[in-house]
């Protein structure tokens, strides 16, 4: 399975963008990359996916890189309730949908 | 819709006990999933049905059995529990054809 490297944490203030980015550079063609977050002692819930072209919807923007071997999370206006895990994740539907976890970064949010 | 409900909350079990964790899903998905989490870990699949009647090893099947009984319940059966079982353990489910998965709020299991 195809890994992906993540910085371990990040600080935001609140009200303000945050871009948490993902290296993936064994990214194989048949890979999607996913973004689920991890509210504390909750499970995980799906935030966004993309392919190849940058994709919005209401909770966040994917922004991938041309040769995919790299992406990033955007969140537009960082509020406390976005504190969390996010997790970037490679998926290859080939493979029965399975995720498979790494780290994640740990966003934490100032006032 | 309840979602992804599991069973129990928490329990704590000595080692070489047995139980089962149930997963229930009410959103007619097709595929389903058990995921354990160790402390400041990330996720790891243990087993994942793809389909009802079907059933297949994830990254850490080691001391677990699965049973996908019916399209809505898929449950996890620890034989013979050992510390190094204690964890927080989620099942998702999710539809063929959707790319998101739905978690259930997890079981955290204490095993002594």
């Known amino acids: 399975d195809a890994k992906t490297t993540q910085p371990n944490s990040m600080e935001s203030n609140e009200e303000e963008p945050v871009h948490l980015p993902c290296n993936h550079s064994t990214i194989s063609g048949t890979d999607y990359i996913h973004w689920y977050r991890q509210l504390p002692s909750q499970g995980p819930e799906y935030v966004i996916h993309?392919?190849?072209s940058n994709v919005n919807n209401r909770m966040a923007s994917l922004a991938i890189a041309e040769d995919r071997k790299s992406s990033t999370l955007i969140l537009h206006r960082a509020t406390l309730r976005d504190a969390a895990v996010y997790y970037c994740?490679?998926?290859?539907?080939?493979?029965?949908?399975?995720?498979?976890f790494g780290q994640g970064t740990e966003l934490s949010v100032k006032p | 819709n309840a979602g992804v409900t599991q069973t129990p909350k928490f329990q704590v079990l000595k080692t070489g006990q047995s139980m089962t964790l149930q997963c229930a899903q009410d959103?007619?998905?097709?595929?389903m999933y058990w995921y354990r989490q160790d402390p400041g870990m990330g996720l790891r699949l243990i087993y994942y049905s793809a389909s009802e009647g079907t059933t297949d090893k994830g990254e850490v099947p080691n001391g677990y059995n699965v049973s996908r009984l019916n399209k809505r319940e898929f449950s996890l059966r620890l034989e013979s529990a050992a510390p190094s079982q204690t964890s927080v353990y989620f099942c998702a489910s999710s539809s063929r054809g959707r790319w998101e998965q739905y978690f259930g709020p997890g079981t955290r299991l204490t095993v002594t």
């Open positions: 993309g392919l190849t």
């Open positions: 959103m007619n998905h097709n595929s």
């Open positions: 994740i490679l998926r290859d539907e080939d493979q029965g949908g399975k995720l498979i």
